[in-house]
């Protein structure tokens, strides 16, 4: 069972930085996508930013220029450093990953983000 916890969600005024982390366990294939989703009160999930490393990363238009993602020990850790954070930014934020599988022989990735990790809130205020 692939599990992930994320760590490093708090309280910060608007132009502030945090740093989320994300701890897996388990065998995970980075190749198939990692990353951030965050979830603001009233608004649907958006994914803020992902990698697939050794591949491209991408981010939300709207933390371009501010936000960071990162990975270490061979993607058994995940970062996401965020930076200029605005009160928009509030919201529970979650480490997520794609499923690596094999079909007919051939190793794929799940299209659907199937891994996810239970949120770590982040509040900005003004």
Not at 26 to 38: A, E, H, L, M, Q
Not at 40 to 48: C, I, M, N, Q, T
Not at 76 to 82: F, N, P, R, V
Not at 100 to 107: A, D, K, L, P, V
Request: charge should be positive.
């Amino acid at each position: 069972q692939v599990q992930l916890l994320e760590s490093g969600g708090g309280s910060v005024q608007a132009g502030g930085s945090l740093k989320l982390s994300c701890k897996v366990s388990g065998y995970i294939f980075n190749n198939c996508g990692s990353g951030w989703y965050r979830q603001a009160p009233g608004k649907e999930r958006e994914l803020v930013s992902a990698t697939y490393a050794p591949g491209p990363t991408t981010y939300a238009d709207s933390v371009k220029g501010r936000f960071t993602i990162s990975r270490e020990d061979g993607g058994h850790t995940l970062y996401l450093q965020m930076n200029n954070l605005k009160n928009e930014d509030t919201g529970v934020y979650y480490c997520a990953a794609k499923r690596r599988y094999i079909q007919e022989g051939f190793y794929k990735c799940s299209e659907n983000w199937e891994y996810w990790g239970q949120g770590t809130q982040v509040t900005v205020s003004s």
